[in-house]
Each structure stands twice: as structure tokens, then as C-alpha cells.
């Protein structure tokens, strides 16, 4: 995905985090790049086009601030602070 610590993500989610794509889970692996973040997306049909969610909800799962904070150890203001103005937010 073209999003990593450059646009606030934390370093620390290699191997810990996950964020959803088609509604389930992948796991981030390798590292947190400048601008780019791997995911593990095995036994998911998955196309270049779909949307995947970093905080949020998507399908039947969601992935909240308190649950990255406490991944890597840290507040859920400090993930919300950090994010940059290249990642799009949806308000609802």
C-alpha cells in the first residue's frame, strides 16, 4: 500500500499490526517503509484497485486507534497526532 512512516505510520507495526482489506484482516509484514507498507494477503482474492483500511471499519471488522496504540506500545493519541495529510479520511 503507498502509505508508511512518512505519513505517520509507526515503524513498530512490522510484524505486530494488520489492517483490512475485502473486510479481513492482513497482517503488515516486513518493514514499515517511507512510503510504502507491505501486507500479507494470502488466501485473499485481491485486486490492486480495493480499498484497504488502516483505522477503521470495513465489512464486519474494524482496527481502532486502542488497538494499534496497544500493539506497539503506546497512546492512541500519539497514532491519531502522527497521521499525515497524505492518508485519506473518511468522516462518518
Known amino acids: 500500500m ?18 483490512l482489506i475485502r473486510g479481513r484482516r492482513a497482517p503488515i509484514v516486513g518493514s514499515v517503509c517511507m512510503d510504502m507498507l507491505m501486507a500479507d494477503v494470502t488466501g485473499l482474492e485481491v485486486l490492486p484497485s480495493d480499498e484497504v483500511v488502516i483505522i477503521g471499519l470495513q465489512g464486519d471488522d474494524c482496527i ?19 497521521i ?9
Open 2 to 19: 503507498p502509505a508508511g512512516y512518512a505519513d505517520g505510520l509507526d515503524l513498530r507495526l512490522a510484524g505486530r499490526g494488520a489492517v
Open 64 to 82: 481502532d486507534v486502542r488497538e494499534m496504540a496497544a500493539q506497539i506500545g503506546t497512546i492512541p493519541h500519539e497514532i491519531m497526532c502522527r
Open 84 to 92: 499525515g495529510s497524505r492518508i485519506e479520511r473518511t468522516y462518518t
